[in-house]
């Protein structure tokens, strides 16, 4: 196991520690959940079933995303087979086929990202119009773009929150039409004023949704992202809903992301526009010799350049709602086959479903507030007082303390177990942790029980700012660590209040 060095900041809670990996983790989705953030991921619809490897592409899906983008399925390619004819099964699935059903996504307690209405290339637009492009006028153009974008928006209006409405507009290479667009069918019947109609209809269709603009290659300016902002200059003067920009992030491992570099600069040149940005398609991909990375190391330089765009998308939180990977096994990345094999092993769970060193890098970097040592728990509540345990067995119960709070018994061993939790001992009785019961009672109690390492002794802990934690028991994670209105030491539904509030010092 390889470690590395790494900084968390957060708010005014600072930690430098040293990574580890751990066998069983929490899940990314906790993590991110824990600091406010969406992470998300692209599947393929058909192997969320549970017969498709075990089932172990749906668990590892529900377990560490609250978000997810269908990769395919809402393309207009796949969706739309003839004028007013639809393939909505997959999509159904994931949603539910009308306002009061429900699919997939509700079921597992996820969103879904919409990706994507137009996609402004001709080798992605439905065959069926480019065989008859010749006989469909500029008018009966944009009725048909009306149509389809009321149909699939309307009909799964209220369940999908943002919606790229283009993808990848803007064409590599110079040309004569206008911001250097790409040449399709909707160009060459409407003119630029069809990106313009994809969004007014969009809105029009779901008034609530955030509509997106989405592309690759911008991520650190130049020529093509100076073009994205022109048309994002163009759209707004122009009086067009458009809420945010979708940066792809396919990237190599040689590209590096710090603090205040081109990519941050280019961030910030979006949110100056007030517009959010998601991380839509990431992956760092490594170079790849007869099925096995070049450079060995490069697998963990992938685990901290995963880190440094997530520390990129929490910096600019909350303008940064969301970072998806493309994909997230190297089961089944795209990337080698597109590379010719020459590039690989994109993301951060292996071809056999095991967490990778990026997968332990983002773990870490959300979960990790506080290094190993000895601390003082005392509520923002009442913070003249501590935390401590009313004997020196390893079966004592907790209460709180008045005064200087220097014994041993008032006292906590704070130890990070590398799964995304934290171990709390009484220095006093070090063989023993605080232990969580009926967590799922209206009140659960707390007291201190010989570690086993059982989830039920294993905590999450969250930066509220000020030196101010939460902290929830793992295995139910959504409650808090807190005092009652007596004073007792409980598990309780979060409110955010004061005695859920833990000053660790």
Request: glycine share 6%; charged share 15%.
């Amino acid at each position: 196991m390889k470690s590395a060095l790494i900084f968390i900041l957060l708010g005014f809670c600072f930690t430098q520690y040293v990574t580890v990996q751990a066998q069983n983790p929490i899940g990314l989705k906790v993590s991110a959940s824990l600091r406010g953030l969406l992470l998300g991921a692209a599947v393929v619809v058909k192997y969320l079933q549970p017969n498709i490897d075990q089932g172990q592409y749906n668990s590892n899906v529900v377990k560490n995303y609250q978000l997810i983008v269908p990769g395919y399925e809402l393309k207009p390619e796949h969706i739309w087979l003839d004028e007013n004819v639809y393939n909505f099964s997959d999509a159904d699935w994931l949603l539910g086929a009308t306002p009061n059903t429900t699919g997939w996504v509700q079921q597992n307690g996820m969103q879904l990202r919409g990706h994507t209405l137009v996609w402004a290339y001709d080798m992605r637009i439905p065959r069926w119009l480019l065989d008859r492009e010749a006989s469909i006028t500029p008018e009966k153009a944009k009725t048909l773009l009306r149509n389809y974008i009321y149909t699939v928006v309307g009909r799964y209006r209220g369940k999908i929150q943002w919606w790229d409405v283009i993808n990848e507009l803007i064409s590599n290479y110079n040309n004569t039409r206008p911001f250097y667009i790409a040449n399709s069918f909707w160009y060459r019947k409407l003119g630029i004023d069809y990106v313009k109609y994809a969004y007014i209809f969009a809105h029009e269709a779901d008034p609530d949704a955030k509509l997106y603009y989405n592309d690759f290659g911008i991520q650190q300016g130049g020529f093509k992202a100076d073009r994205v902002f022109d048309l994002i200059d163009w759209l707004k003067s122009e009086n067009v809903p458009i809420h945010g920009v979708g940066i792809q992030w396919h990237i190599k491992v040689s590209e590096t992301v710090t603090p205040g570099d081109a990519h941050y600069q280019t961030a910030q040149r979006f949110i100056d526009r007030n517009l959010d940005l998601m991380v839509t398609e990431l992956d760092i991909s490594i170079p790849m010799v007869d099925s096995h990375p070049v450079d060995p190391n490069d697998i963990q330089r992938q685990g901290l350049a995963y880190r440094s765009i997530l520390d990129y998308v929490l910096y600019f939180a909350p303008r940064t709602p969301a970072l998806l990977t493309w994909g997230f096994t190297d089961r089944y990345s795209w990337i080698p086959a597109a590379t010719n094999y020459t590039q690989g092993e994109a993301l951060p769970l292996d071809a056999n479903y095991q967490p990778k060193p990026a997968y332990w890098q983002m773990q870490d970097d959300l979960a990790r507030v506080l290094l190993n040592g000895i601390y003082r728990l005392s509520p923002k509540s009442q913070p003249s007082t501590c935390l401590g345990i009313a004997g020196n067995s390893t079966r004592s119960a907790v209460q709180l303390y008045t005064g200087a709070c220097n014994q041993t018994n008032q006292q906590w061993n704070l130890m990070w177990l590398g799964d995304g939790t934290y171990r709390f001992s009484p220095q006093s009785v070090d063989s023993s942790a605080l232990n969580a019961y009926n967590v799922t009672a209206s009140t659960g109690t707390v007291r201190i029980y010989e570690w086993i390492g059982s989830f039920d002794q294993e905590w999450v802990i969250s930066c509220q700012g000020n030196a101010t934690y939460r902290i929830g028991p793992r295995n139910a994670w959504q409650r808090v660590l807190a005092v009652d209105q007596t004073s007792n030491i409980v598990i309780m539904n979060s409110t955010r209040d004061e005695r859920q509030q833990w000053i660790i010092h």
